[in-house]
């Protein structure tokens, strides 16, 4: 079985930064794809931003130069650096793990982007 955690939620001013964290353990294999996506209330869940075991990355219009999705050295963890935030932004943001066709899911980070 999958677990992943999410960390770094909060609340931050528009213009703002913060930096989620996921991790994953359980049995994660060496191809994988790790991402973020976002939902706010009322909305559907969205992609954010994904980044394959080989470090392509993908993002969606509205994020594309504010944020970065990266991995750490292990590869079990996945960062989201969110730099000039909107009011926008604001959102349950969750982590992904898609692998040997399978998906798994974290319990998600409220991100409050507000002044």
């Known amino acids: 079985q999958v677990q992943l955690v999410e960390s770094g939620g909060g609340l931050v001013q528009p213009g703002g930064s913060l930096r989620l964290s996921c991790t994953a353990s359980?049995?994660?294999?060496?191809?994988?794809?790790m991402g973020w996506y976002r939902q706010a209330p009322g909305n559907q869940r969205e992609l954010v931003a994904t980044i394959t075991s080989g470090d392509s990355t993908k993002y969606v219009g509205s994020v594309k130069g504010r944020f970065t999705i990266s991995r750490a050295n292990a590869r079990y963890t996945v960062y989201l650096q969110m730099n000039s935030l909107k009011p926008e932004d604001t959102a349950v943001y969750f982590c992904?793990?898609?692998?040997?066709?399978?998906?798994?899911w974290g319990q998600g980070t409220q991100v409050t982007v507000s002044s």
């Open positions: 992904n793990l898609k692998q040997a066709f399978r998906e798994y």
């Open positions: 359980g049995i994660i294999f060496s191809s994988n794809v």
